[in-house]
């Protein structure tokens, strides 16, 4: 059966890193233990402010998971397929949820619709969210071409429908940027300054100043990553942690820059011969002046496609869009 039409976007990505971008910091991904979610595709994990991990699964349940006993607590059913979760001081947590919006699942369980359009249009796809001192929300939607069961249409059109939204405390939206390769992970710094910003299919992160004299301008602060960074988050360490959801493909690296019709033919291939990601747990970590301080990668088969990660006091929790469950690491956090 001929798959979904693609629009492709010509893009000459930058020379891949040799040897896959390893390096003196790349080691040994080691699995220790694994949180059951009871349920199916923990796209995004993080710590609550009591060291619980936070997470949404393919049912729609919201899920608070003890990482010491693995005891777990449904929050709240989202009524779609939640992926970015931050959880907020009082117990709530904000939910980007790829059928429904930006949502806020109260202490009590009831769930909020915070932006369910923008200028008319239905949010599809909202992927990460994060809130500022004065109550403004930024979040990021992927594609407005594609559905998170088909995400890998948009890697091969490159349609760079990716935005990053604001929600201001008045409650109007604001397309902050647009264009993006398919807009993902989002940090906000310590200080508020700015925001840190995963493009997926442009192997970048890219910061957002939003105070200063540069507030407003976007510049890239890790460029021509070696795979695919995914959901991002700042650790209790003060590092920036990617999880890096596949390592780059050098067959669609080079249909990239070429006429769209070699890349629909590439799409409609049977699955068992295109361009595919390999398999690889993998998540890095950067100081905020960009500079690596961790890499850490596992082909065991113990772990795959991580498209989230979390640290808290030297722990780190992995999520999985594939995966039915948590896995927890270990990590040297000496200087």
């Known amino acids: 059966m001929t798959r979904r039409h693609i629009r492709p976007t010509r893009w000459r990505p930058p020379a891949a890193a040799p040897d896959g971008g390893r ?13 059951p979610t009871g349920g199916h595709g923990p796209e995004d994990v993080r710590f609550d402010q009591d060291g619980r991990v936070v997470t949404g699964t393919g049912d729609g349940r919201i899920l608070r998971i003890d990482p010491a006993g ?36 109260d202490p009590d ?7 369910a359009a923008v200028d008319g249009v239905p949010v599809t796809f909202a992927s990460n969210v994060v809130r500022g001192p004065d109550g403004t929300v930024w979040f990021t939607t992927s594609t407005d071409r594609w559905d998170v069961a088909h995400y890998e249409g948009d890697i091969y059109e490159h349609s760079c429908t990716g935005r990053l939204l604001r929600l201001d405390p008045d409650g109007t939206v604001h397309t902050v940027l647009s264009g993006l390769k398919f807009a993902n992970g989002l940090v906000l710094a310590p200080d508020a300054s700015h925001l840190l910003l995963a493009e997926t299919a442009g192997y970048r992160i890219s910061r957002h100043w939003l105070a200063g004299p540069a507030a407003g301008t976007t510049e890239p602060l890790v460029d021509n990553l070696p795979g695919f960074p995914d959901n991002l988050s700042l650790g209790s360490d003060g590092l920036l942690w990617v999880a890096i959801a596949a390592p780059r493909n050098a067959l669609l690296d080079r249909l990239l820059p070429l006429p769209g019709v070699l890349r629909l033919l590439a799409w409609n291939l049977p699955a068992a011969i295109r361009p595919a990601a390999a398999p690889i747990a993998w998540v890095m970590a950067f100081d905020l002046a960009g500079r690596p301080v961790h890499d850490l990668r596992a082909t065991d088969g113990s772990y795959g496609f991580v498209t989230s990660v979390a640290e808290r006091d030297g722990t780190l929790a992995l999520g999985s869009l594939s995966r039915d469950d948590i896995a927890l690491v270990r990590v040297d956090t000496r200087p």
Request: some cysteine; aromatic content about 0%; hydrophobic content about 40%.
């Open 70 to 105: 693995g005891e777990r607590t449904v929050l709240a059913e989202t009524g779609g397929r939640p992926l970015g979760v931050l959880p907020e001081p009082d117990g709530g947590v904000l939910v980007c949820d790829h059928d429904r919006g930006l949502l806020r699942v």
């Open 109 to 115: 369980g009831g769930v909020e619709v915070l932006v």
């Open 23 to 35: 390096t003196s910091r790349t080691g040994r991904l080691a699995v220790v233990r694994r949180l």
